[in-house]
């Protein structure tokens, strides 16, 4: 075998007490394409964090490229080395053009005083003719797609001799056409020369390219294997140590009255001749790629937007619902797709938030909140959905995005809806915080509540739902028992290929 | 033409026009190139400060204290003009008093960057100590009969043209100081490093601070350049009114800060354009000067402009609202 391009050995990190890595042991070939799986906290970011030299390893680990140890590495050093790190947030500037994005960094790194726009568009250009992709160079970052954005990322670190691209859950916000037109990018990388690392917390389209893939859990390596070898099931148990097995969902049905109807509902630009009808005790899968309809149906159903024509029917009696008190009213409630911007109060304590949506019920004779009751609502809640919190006290954002996920969810269980309607529940999360969501959500529709669950990841939807809708540019193209059908099928229609 | 649409500043320039058109109907004074040469003298006080409060917005910041800051200057040059007039010239003039105020500036940045104290608040608390300072100092005292020399330097013209009634007018040496600042601050905001820098870091200063920007520094130029800026402007000040008064400019922070953000700034950072805050500052201009030229009365110039405001920065929003939608649904099919 030929040197590694870079290789940890023995490496650990301890912060204040606490072992974030647990002798190491890394290893990425030149030119390869390599996984790093592992759950939330298992120490991937620390591990992302030393390879691009912005923490210190503790003393008597080894850091070798390409054979050599190296002292005192630092992320200038990371830099020289050819080391460049894609963070999840991407770290653009939305004001600044496609083109100042790519060569900005390279100028300010070469003190250069002035700016030739020019000479900008020639740096831009070349680095895109390196991966054969081309952008609108004068448009503003801010204003393109996530996965535009994503490829100026990727861009903005060519500008330089690179020799291996680290990518912090690069597949996180994409569509799946979008993730496929990044791993033909990575595979042209590879085939340059450059090493790939991806990073990511999900099993996901990523393995398909990659050459091998690492484990971590705990702090600790748990092994490297060739990507073929590996399949979801076997990766999970592999990054969460257990076996998880779904069981396929059959709902218990309470009566064959729908508690909700839409007949030919339609809204200009979002959906159009939207009909089905909903059960208590089922769970109703909608999935859809992002602008297929999805989220826009939910928000109409909510009363936040309005639809132009067509019926909605709870309990078989027609209802306009013209704002969000007439949904709360008429027992619907909505988890919405970004938590952290319309589903939580991030600096307020869990307490606060889990009660929020119930707060008028709480009320003593004065008008004034009952303490009492408030505290017992809580706890209830918080045993309920199994949320671990350090106390009701702590701020919302000090939490895991699992916790982060029940908290929401309890927010809306406390108003005790009929129809739940929750959008993209698992985003971001990691497996077994997942799993443990999914187990709440059958949970309550066994307590007789009627589920539409909204995602866009297919096994999610197909595993946990009787029947699924599948949107696509705002309409319903088909139904599916998901008894009687793969999740390629579905994925067929989802992408519009049947 | 779809991008013309999509800017702001098509929007303020449509206003300014047809605001012309309105002024001129009632008073035809108003076009005229007398009138025009007088209002680009009397603006480009503002204008100055506009420049340096445009900076602070592009990075992402505010400057609540630069009219203290130019009080400062204002008054302190005034005191050595009155003590040691004989013996100075401008140069030394704007020098003091630019000097003063980028060191003024750099203290705010100093505070900002090293105690993370939002600008607003750190600019709003040295806004007081240095005008609280000055008026301990000063006693509130107004300062005049400055030496010929300053009298006359504010009275040259770059050409002069004569009035049907034989006054003379042109273009004044202070409008011209104000043309060149401008020049110079769009080179600096477009084609240097350093310019792109300070957009960049209104972006987004987590990502500045990742890419290796130097945010420091950047903070320095930027609260120093406002002082600058300060200091000049407060030079100007002087040679428009030849007095020096402790109360004339501060509390006039909002017309500065509604004139740059009607030119396009953003209050978030990022944004912003040099063309885009001279339409801000002309609009403002233009209309206390038309307001005078139709005979409204004074009390109205304060409920006109904010109505402006609103109308021009609401309209823009609304379209680009609307044209960001329109892109979001054909994107998705």
Same mark, same amino acid.
């Given at each position: 075998?030929?040197?590694?391009?870079?290789?940890?050995?023995?490496?650990?990190?301890?912060?204040?007490?606490?072992?974030?890595?647990?002798?190491?042991?890394?290893?990425?070939?030149?030119?390869?394409?390599?996984?790093?799986?592992?759950?939330?906290?298992?120490?991937?970011?620390?591990?992302?964090?030393?390879?691009?030299?912005?923490?210190?390893?503790?003393?008597?680990?080894?850091?070798?490229?390409?054979?050599?140890?190296?002292?005192?590495?630092?992320?200038?050093?990371?830099?020289?080395?050819?080391?460049?790190?894609?963070?999840?947030?991407?770290?653009?500037?939305?004001?600044?053009?496609?083109?100042?994005?790519?060569?900005?960094?390279?100028?300010?790194?070469?003190?250069?005083?002035?700016?030739?726009?020019?000479?900008?568009?020639?740096?831009?250009?070349?680095?895109?003719?390196?991966?054969?992709?081309?952008?609108?160079?004068?448009?503003?970052?801010?204003?393109?797609?996530?996965?535009?954005?994503?490829?100026?990322?990727?861009?903005?670190?060519?500008?330089?001799?690179?020799?291996?691209?680290?990518?912090?859950?690069?597949?996180?916000?994409?569509?799946?056409?979008?993730?496929?037109?990044?791993?033909?990018?990575?595979?042209?990388?590879?085939?340059?020369?450059?090493?790939?690392?991806?990073?990511?917390?999900?099993?996901?389209?990523?393995?398909?390219?990659?050459?091998?893939?690492?484990?971590?859990?705990?702090?600790?390596?748990?092994?490297?294997?060739?990507?073929?070898?590996?399949?979801?099931?076997?990766?999970?148990?592999?990054?969460?140590?257990?076996?998880?097995?779904?069981?396929?969902?059959? &709902?218990?049905?309470? +009566?064959? !009255?729908?508690? #909700?109807?839409?007949?030919?509902?339609? *809204?200009?630009?979002?959906? /159009?001749? @939207?009909?089905?009808?909903?059960?208590?005790?089922?769970?109703?899968?909608?999935?859809?790629?992002?602008?297929?309809?999805?989220?826009?149906?939910?928000?109409?159903?909510?009363?936040?937007?309005?639809?132009?024509?067509?019926?909605?029917?709870?309990?078989?009696?027609?209802?306009?619902?013209?704002?969000?008190?007439?949904?709360?009213?008429?027992?619907?409630?909505?988890?919405?797709?970004?938590?952290?911007?319309?589903?939580?109060?991030?600096?307020?304590?869990?307490?606060?938030?889990?009660?929020?949506?119930?707060?008028?019920?709480?009320?003593?004779?004065?008008?004034?909140?009952?303490?009492?009751?408030?505290?017992?609502?809580?706890?209830?809640?918080?045993?309920?959905?199994?949320?671990?919190? &350090?106390?009701?006290? +702590?701020? !919302?954002?000090? #939490?895991?995005?699992?916790?982060?996920? *029940?908290?929401?969810?309890? /927010?809306? @269980?406390?108003?005790?809806?009929?129809?739940?309607?929750?959008?993209?529940?698992?985003?971001?999360?990691?497996?077994?915080?997942?799993?443990?969501?999914?187990?709440?959500?059958?949970?309550?529709?066994?307590?007789?509540?009627?589920?539409?669950?909204?995602?866009?990841?297919?096994?999610?939807?197909?595993?946990?739902?009787?029947?699924?809708?599948?949107?696509?540019?705002?309409?319903?193209?088909?139904?599916?028992?998901?008894?009687?059908?793969?999740?390629?099928?579905?994925?067929?229609?989802?992408?519009?290929?049947? | 033409?779809?991008?013309?649409?999509?800017?702001?500043?098509?929007?303020?320039?449509?206003?300014?026009?047809?605001?012309?058109?309105?002024?001129?109907?009632?008073?035809?004074?108003?076009?005229?190139?007398?009138?025009?040469?007088?209002?680009?003298?009397?603006?480009?006080?503002?204008?100055?400060?506009?420049?340096?409060?445009?900076?602070?917005?592009?990075?992402?910041?505010?400057?609540?204290?630069?009219?203290?800051?130019?009080?400062?200057?204002?008054?302190?040059?005034?005191?050595?003009?009155?003590?040691?007039?004989?013996?100075?010239?401008?140069?030394?003039?704007?020098?003091?008093?630019?000097?003063?105020?980028?060191?003024?500036?750099?203290?705010?940045?100093?505070?900002?960057?090293?105690?993370?104290?939002?600008?607003?608040?750190?600019?709003?608390?040295?806004?007081?100590?240095?005008?609280?300072?000055?008026?301990?100092?000063?006693?509130?005292?107004?300062?005049?009969?400055?030496?010929?020399?300053?009298?006359?330097?504010?009275?040259?013209?770059?050409?002069?043209?004569?009035?049907?009634?034989?006054?003379?007018?042109?273009?004044?040496?202070?409008?011209?100081?104000?043309?060149?600042?401008?020049?110079?601050?769009?080179?600096?905001?477009?084609?240097?490093?350093?310019?792109?820098?300070?957009?960049?870091?209104?972006?987004?200063?987590?990502?500045?601070?990742?890419?290796?920007?130097?945010?420091?520094?950047?903070?320095?130029?930027?609260?120093?350049?406002?002082?600058?800026?300060?200091?000049?402007?407060?030079?100007?000040?002087?040679?428009?009114?030849?007095?020096?008064?402790?109360?004339?400019?501060?509390?006039?922070?909002?017309?500065?800060?509604?004139?740059?953000?009607?030119?396009?700034?953003?209050?978030?950072?990022?944004?912003?354009?040099?063309?885009?805050?001279?339409?801000?500052?002309?609009?403002?201009?233009?209309?206390?000067?038309?307001?005078?030229?139709?005979?409204?009365?004074?009390?109205?110039?304060?409920?006109?402009?904010?109505?402006?405001?609103?109308?021009?920065?609401?309209?823009?929003?609304?379209?680009?609202?609307?044209?960001?939608?329109?892109?979001?649904?054909?994107?998705?099919?």
């Amino acid at each position: 075998m030929t040197v590694p391009f870079l290789s940890l050995k023995r490496v650990s990190k301890q912060y204040a007490g606490v072992t974030a890595l647990d002798s190491v042991d890394f290893e990425l070939q030149k030119g390869e394409i390599h996984c790093l799986v592992g759950e939330n906290g298992s120490g991937k970011s620390t591990m992302i964090k030393i390879i691009s030299g912005t923490i210190d390893p503790d003393p008597g680990s080894i850091i070798e490229i390409q054979g050599e140890p190296v002292q005192n590495y630092k992320a200038i050093n990371a830099i020289d080395k050819g080391i460049q790190v894609i963070y999840q947030d991407l770290s653009l500037f939305p004001n600044l053009t496609v083109a100042e994005n790519i060569a900005l960094c390279e100028l300010v790194g070469d003190h250069k005083r002035y700016v030739q726009w020019e000479n900008m568009k020639k740096i831009a250009e070349k680095a895109m003719a390196r991966i054969n992709v081309s952008l609108p160079l004068d448009a503003l970052v801010g204003e393109i797609s996530i996965a535009d954005q994503q490829l100026v990322a990727i861009l903005r670190s060519l500008t330089r001799d690179v020799n291996l691209i680290v990518m912090d859950e690069p597949t996180a916000s994409l569509t799946k056409h979008e993730v496929d037109s990044l791993l033909a990018v990575v595979k042209d990388m590879k085939a340059k020369g450059i090493t790939t690392m991806f990073v990511s917390h999900k099993l996901n389209e990523v393995l398909q390219i990659a050459d091998r893939v690492s484990v971590i859990r705990d702090g600790k390596m748990i092994g490297v294997y060739p990507a073929h070898e590996l399949n979801d099931k076997k990766l999970t148990f592999l990054m969460t140590g257990k076996k998880v097995e779904y069981r396929n969902f059959t &709902p218990e049905l309470k +009566s064959n !009255v729908p508690i #909700l109807e839409c007949r030919d509902l339609s *809204r200009a630009g979002d959906y /159009k001749d @939207i009909s089905f009808d909903l059960r208590p005790g089922e769970i109703l899968g909608i999935t859809g790629l992002l602008g297929s309809g999805r989220t826009e149906l939910a928000l109409s159903l909510f009363g936040i937007t309005k639809p132009d024509k067509g019926e909605i029917l709870i309990n078989e009696k027609n209802v306009k619902i013209r704002s969000v008190q007439d949904a709360l009213k008429f027992g619907i409630a909505y988890v919405p797709e970004d938590r952290h911007v319309q589903g939580l109060i991030n600096v307020q304590p869990v307490g606060d938030n889990i009660i929020i949506t119930t707060i008028d019920s709480l009320v003593n004779k004065f008008r004034l909140i009952d303490k009492k009751k408030k505290r017992e609502r809580i706890q209830q809640l918080v045993e309920n959905l199994a949320i671990k919190i &350090p106390g009701v006290d +702590s701020p !919302v954002q000090t #939490l895991s995005g699992g916790n982060q996920q *029940r908290v929401v969810l309890a /927010k809306w @269980i406390a108003t005790n809806p009929r129809i739940l309607i929750l959008d993209g529940p698992t985003i971001g999360i990691d497996i077994a915080a997942k799993f443990s969501i999914h187990e709440i959500i059958r949970e309550l529709a066994k307590q007789g509540i009627a589920i539409i669950l909204i995602s866009e990841e297919i096994p999610e939807v197909f595993n946990n739902c009787n029947r699924v809708l599948v949107m696509r540019k705002g309409i319903i193209v088909r139904e599916f028992d998901t008894a009687k059908v793969t999740m390629d099928e579905i994925q067929d229609y989802v992408n519009g290929t049947f | 033409m779809k991008k013309l649409l999509y800017r702001h500043e098509t929007y303020v320039l449509l206003v300014i026009i047809v605001l012309a058109i309105v002024i001129t109907a009632i008073n035809p004074s108003f076009f005229t190139v007398e009138n025009l040469f007088d209002l680009l003298k009397s603006t480009s006080l503002m204008g100055t400060f506009a420049i340096g409060m445009l900076f602070v917005l592009i990075s992402g910041g505010i400057d609540m204290s630069f009219t203290a800051v130019a009080t400062v200057t204002g008054y302190t040059i005034a005191v050595l003009l009155l003590k040691h007039g004989d013996s100075m010239n401008m140069a030394l003039v704007f020098l003091v008093a630019g000097g003063l105020g980028i060191l003024l500036g750099m203290l705010n940045a100093v505070f900002i960057y090293f105690f993370k104290i939002p600008s607003i608040i750190t600019t709003i608390a040295t806004q007081n100590i240095f005008y609280g300072l000055l008026t301990v100092v000063s006693e509130g005292k107004w300062l005049y009969g400055f030496p010929e020399w300053f009298d006359e330097f504010s009275s040259i013209r770059v050409f002069t043209l004569y009035s049907e009634t034989g006054a003379p007018y042109g273009l004044s040496i202070i409008t011209v100081i104000w043309f060149v600042l401008l020049v110079i601050s769009w080179f600096i905001l477009k084609h240097t490093v350093l310019g792109r820098s300070i957009y960049a870091m209104g972006g987004n200063i987590g990502s500045a601070q990742r890419a290796g920007f130097n945010i420091f520094g950047l903070t320095l130029f930027v609260y120093g350049y406002m002082g600058l800026m300060a200091g000049i402007g407060s030079v100007i000040q002087a040679l428009l009114v030849q007095t020096v008064a402790p109360n004339s400019l501060v509390g006039k922070e909002m017309d500065v800060i509604a004139a740059v953000v009607l030119g396009g700034a953003s209050l978030m950072g990022g944004t912003g354009s040099i063309p885009g805050m001279i339409l801000g500052v002309s609009l403002i201009a233009i209309l206390s000067n038309g307001l005078t030229l139709m005979r409204v009365p004074s009390q109205w110039y304060e409920v006109v402009i904010g109505l402006v405001i609103i109308i021009s920065v609401g309209v823009s929003a609304y379209r680009r609202k609307k044209i960001t939608r329109k892109r979001v649904i054909t994107e998705s099919n």
